[in-house]
């Protein structure tokens, strides 16, 4: 007999569970032992974490709590309680001194049952997880940010690799915008700056193939308007902005090309 649907109420908010998964969890000294119910944006959070390999805790409670009050504490106790209840592990990043969370077994086999494990393995962290978290994290905020402008359907650059992506330079993401429009997303970091010949190269790998009708580079540092300037490119394709800019402006960013500068709003 399929779980009845039920509505509870968590995190101040009323949500309908849709599948009911439960599991006995330790009564701590401010809970009772009652089960612990997986809701939809847990099951969400799992996947992120999933596709991209970890989430700091700034962009668990940025992209799933971020309606509720910090002082509610709302996000830290639930992902306290998932991290107790074997659905999360907390990991910690040297390089940043920063606490980041994965999915565990557990979570995945849940992933797998509804599929939504986008056909990536578990991934098991190793010593040297982080040795790009500055850049991964900065990728991951770009999906949050397009997520909260209605755009949730990313590929992340762990789902390309897995898939069946063609050689070449394989972007940080890709936005499905709805039949075939789609863009390419490619963060550049100042502090890990290429030479001209290899961004040239990839803006040659862009235009020639034509795998997508828009290309956004995102660039945190002071490069921008050099590349604007210095690179040959299709002008109707690429776009570029800094991360600075487009994190404040949000769809009010203004993304240019040696012809012309619009709104990200304008150009979506």
């Not at 969890?25 to 991209?52: C, G, M, Q």
């Not at 890990?192 to 034509?210: I, V």
């Not at 800019?245 to 090309?257: C, D, Q, T």
Request: aromatic letters at 12%; charged letters at 30%; a neutral charge.
């Amino acid at each position: 007999m399929p779980p009845k649907k039920s509505a509870i109420n968590l995190f101040g908010g009323l949500f309908v569970v849709d599948e009911i998964v439960k599991i006995s969890e330790t009564k701590s000294l401010d809970e009772d032992a009652s089960p612990l119910v997986l809701t939809n944006r847990d099951i969400e959070l799992f996947r992120y974490a999933h596709e991209h390999r970890y989430l700091a805790y700034s962009q668990i409670r940025e992209a799933f709590w971020k309606e509720n009050s910090l002082d509610a504490k709302a996000c830290y106790k639930r992902v306290e309680k998932l991290v107790n209840a074997g659905y999360l592990e907390k990991g910690y990043s040297g390089r940043l001194c920063l606490d980041v969370y994965f999915v565990t077994q557990k979570s995945y086999e849940i992933l797998k049952e509804r599929g939504t494990d986008s056909k990536l393995d578990l991934y098991e962290p190793t010593e040297s997880f982080d040795r790009h978290i500055d850049h991964d994290l900065h990728v991951t905020n770009l999906r949050i940010l397009f997520r909260d402008l209605g755009l949730d359907d990313w590929e992340s650059e762990r789902v390309l690799r897995y898939g069946n992506h063609r050689s070449g330079p394989r972007p940080d993401g890709i936005i499905h915008f709805g039949g075939d429009k789609r863009a390419a997303i490619e963060f550049e970091n100042h502090n890990l700056s290429k030479s001209k010949k290899r961004y040239q190269g990839m803006m040659n790998y862009y235009w020639s193939h034509q795998l997508y009708p828009l290309l956004f580079v995102i660039i945190k540092g002071e490069i921008k308007d050099w590349l604007v300037t210095a690179l040959d490119y299709d002008i109707k394709q690429v776009w570029m902005t800094t991360y600075k800019e487009l994190m404040n402006e949000r769809e009010g960013a203004i993304f240019e090309n040696k012809a012309a500068s619009f709104k990200l709003k304008k150009i979506l």
